[in-house]
């Protein structure tokens, strides 16, 4: 039982983690979102704080405007009633009753009574007037009633004072009862004939009409700053996203095209920033294509004349030697000639099957007599340079089938990369070499001929090809062996 609940309480707490982690990639993936949100958090914030001092302030004159109304509408009944006879007065001020005012009239000063006023004033007010209100509360059942007489008992009791209200203008002072905390007060005052005038004022809340009104212009407010926050940030994101794309595109080795320079100022100089970064790279790349393509070309010239004069040398096997030193040296400038020419990335990329390119160069390499075997992994959609990519799997598998006699190829989709994995068994790479062979005529072989090692720059272009697509090549033991990862991005 304590590992069931350890293991539920577990998964609870990452699927929260989760949640949070789902809402924050929401919140921080658009720049709109942040905008707009941050926007209307500020504006609830203030139409809150706004609320709530204009509420206070409202509900308080309100209050003192239904109170001055109830003590000016003693007053008057007062005068008025003064000289009536009785049941006229009954009639007169069951008549002026309202749903949160009761008058009434007892013969003996009720200010002695104390809290019991409340008791009678409540009876009052749920009493219901014929033709003038119909009071459910007057139903309530019991439990409601014993509910109700708890909170009177408990209610505070500030205890009867003078009026003073200018307001008051009946010849008799009279006594008010203020009720704490709440919405309402009692009026007594003596009478000509020695009875007295009671007066009950009692409000569950004071509606406030403004209030409909305010959450409509909040509403309002929200959608025009919604509006404009939206075409705020369209206007911001846009060149960002052209930039972006563009960036990536660079990064990949595409031909880009300069971004449009538009937007604020700040946006503008970052866009007219990166054309300039775009064309000096440019510019560097084909200033080192044509140095080295001039290197080799130059080159041409004295090795074609060294290997004339080795037709001189009367010594067979020193002129084997000599032969074999400068078709190595020849090797080696179209190598890196050729390694240039990789670097300028001419190749338009296209969208193409990237389980169907490998799998169709592992079928031409098994053609030519090499044990390779493919795990097929179904269609994967792929944006590319394909002659380059597939010159640098094939310089991956050439590399395996040259020192474990064979290769197993497979593709593999993570969560950020296609993976092209190249595996064999053979005698594997140290660990302190495995960054080292990836540097240009690095070789672990070390008897410098071409037929057992190459010239050592095929590791070097095949990352390079790699990097120019935004990925790398990383190699890992495979016990025994070599594990070989050609990594792209996920677009």
Known sequence: ????HSDTLGRRIQLRSGRRNQVTAWWSRSLGRQIIGLMLIALVIGQTIGFGISWTNRRAALKEAAQSEFVSRTATLSEVIQTMPDDLQRNVLQASATMHTRFWTTPDDPRPEGRAWYFNARSHLLEPLSNIMTNPKALADQAEDEAVIEHIRNKPFAGW?????????????????????????????PLPNGAWLNAVFYKSHIPDLGTIESLASTIAAALVLCLFGFISTRRIARPLQALAQAAEGLGRGEGVSPVTERGSDDIRNLCVAFNQMQHRLHRFIDDRTRMLAAIGHDLRTPLTTLRLRTELVADEELKARMVETIEEMQSMTAATLTFSKNDAAVEDTRNVDLGALVGSL????????HDIAFVDSGVIAYRCRPDGLK????????NACRY?????????LTGNSVDICVDDQGPG?????????????????????????GVGLGLSIARAIARQHGGNIHFSPNTPGLHAVLSLPRM
Do not use: H, K
Request: proline share 7%; charged share 25%; net charge negative.
């Open 404 to 412: 474990a006699d064979s290769a197993t190829v497979s593709l593999v």
């Open 1 to 4: 039982m304590p590992n069931d």
């Open 362 to 369: 592992c079928d031409d390499m098994a053609e030519l007599g």
């Open 429 to 453: 790479i140290p660990l302190e070499e495995i960054e080292q062979v990836f540097a240009p005529f690095y070789r672990l072989e070390q008897s410098r001929s071409r037929e057992t090692g």
């Open 161 to 189: 004072s003078d009026l003073d209200n200018p307001l008051w203008t009946y010849a008799s002072p009279a006594s008010v009862l203020p009720f704490a905390d709440e919405i309402g007060m009692g009026l007594v005052v």
């Open 391 to 398: 010159r640098a799997v094939r310089n991956l598998i050439e």
